[in-house]
């Protein structure tokens, strides 16, 4: 090694962010909140459509994360929407389309499945 060069130490978990280390959602939310679960569940799914999380880099890790949080906020627009309560339809076409393209920039395809005439409602319904 060069006289110039250092090595940098491993370091223990401990001294991780509590992101890193996956005992935080995000800085300052609430994971027990139902969108900090529901983004929790996003980010453990596409993880796993990859692979898992441990077989995954870093920028992976965070384009699933900016990938879920936009799906989420997408998710509660699309509920004002059939709410009735006003959304701003631009906003949303556009934060749906970012999340397309990081989903497409992970290699996350959509899946067609054919799905019996009236079970897709029988299911959506179902789910509540």
């Known amino acids: 090694?060069?006289?110039?060069?250092?090595?940098?130490?491993?370091?223990?978990?401990?001294?991780?962010?509590?992101?890193?280390?996956?005992?935080?959602?995000?800085?300052?939310?609430?994971?027990?909140?139902?969108?900090?679960?529901r983004y929790r569940d996003i980010v453990e799914s596409l993880s796993a459509d990859l692979g898992g999380l441990e077989k995954l880099g870093e920028a992976q890790k965070a384009t699933i994360r900016q990938a879920a949080a936009l799906i989420v906020r997408c998710e509660s627009m699309q509920a004002d929407l059939l709410n009735g309560?006003?959304?701003?339809?631009?906003a949303l076409v556009r934060l749906s389309n970012v999340a397309g393209r990081l989903l497409t920039k992970l290699g996350i395809k959509r899946k067609a499945q054919e799905v019996p005439r009236g079970q897709l409602l029988k299911s959506m319904a179902g789910a509540r």
């Open 1 to 37: 090694m060069p006289a110039n060069s250092t090595a940098i130490a491993p370091r223990k978990p401990q001294a991780r962010s509590a992101i890193s280390n996956g005992s935080s959602v995000l800085r300052g939310v609430d994971g027990r909140s139902a969108a900090g679960r």
């Open 85 to 90: 309560l006003p959304v701003d339809d631009e």
